[in-house]
């Protein structure tokens, strides 16, 4: 039954397993990257019926169009236009490592678009990366062969196999799958960080992409999908009461929306501390020994007021 719910939906969006992505609602991160929002699909039996877990996900992709608007993105540059100076060694070092094993797609045969897999750039320029023997260069081949004239002839090529070069204006990126930066990481947080009431309407949204109800191949399996999310009964567990110290000024609190602190609180069982250090990792100069002294002194306080001994 997996197979009959993903087999549409697979079709028309970018699929991992019992993930799909969607480009509507995608945010731009940085360096030329963007989340995709997505959602999570699963059939499961239950008591007497079957059940379909769906819940949001995400990933990130490289932002849509070619792959030489996305190098211009990652190089920080204002448009393409900005590569007509060239790619020095450590831009080509630093494109070649971020887009190796890249899944793109040609664009210059828009009715036979194939996929592959970038293995590295070239060293030379399209215009000086030669095959065949030697007997023609990439942009005078493209220029015969499509009737296509290379606006960027001075850039690399990426390799997708061996002897066959494309050059990087011809494809479209795919799906990012490197480690994001701090950047990166922060505004995927953002991105995906949501109260469950947000939660639910994106899961609801993802049922209308999903669209079960009008799913032929679940028509002629004879299985209908019901769009109204399964309501069971719950319950709200009590707050419970946390106790301190008896010589605490509060000993016994009631935390609030889930939170609390420990100010003029003791702990009610202590933990001695037998032996300890403090490591320094800077250098005096920035960190006099007057400045240790006093985190010391401030920490074995701290400990001795809360009711650990040191």
Sequence with gaps: MGTIISHEISINHPTIRNLFYTSQG???LFGGIEAWPGYYQLVRPTRGKMMINIDSSATTFYEGGPLIQMI????RLRSPDDLRRGLSERDHKKIEKIIKNL????????EN????KIEKLTQSSASNTMFNRNK???????????NRRLLYPFLPCVVVGKNYYLPIEVCDGQRYIQKLNEIQTAEMYKFTCQPPSTRANKIQAGLNILDYRNNEYLKQFGMAVSNNMTVVNARILPTPTIQYHPTSRENR??????VWDLKNKRVATGATLGSWSVLAFS??????NQAIKHFLRELITTCNDMGMVS
């Design 103 to 110: 899944r793109i797609s040609d664009n210059h045969i828009p």
């Design 72 to 75: 211009a993105k990652i190089l």
């Design 26 to 28: 995608a945010r731009p």
């Design 253 to 258: 609190i009631e935390p609030k929306h889930g």
């Design 283 to 288: 250098n005096e100069r920035e960190l006099p």
């Design 113 to 116: 678009r194939r996929k592959f």
């Design 136 to 146: 023609i260069n990439v942009t005078t081949y493209f220029q015969k062969e499509y």
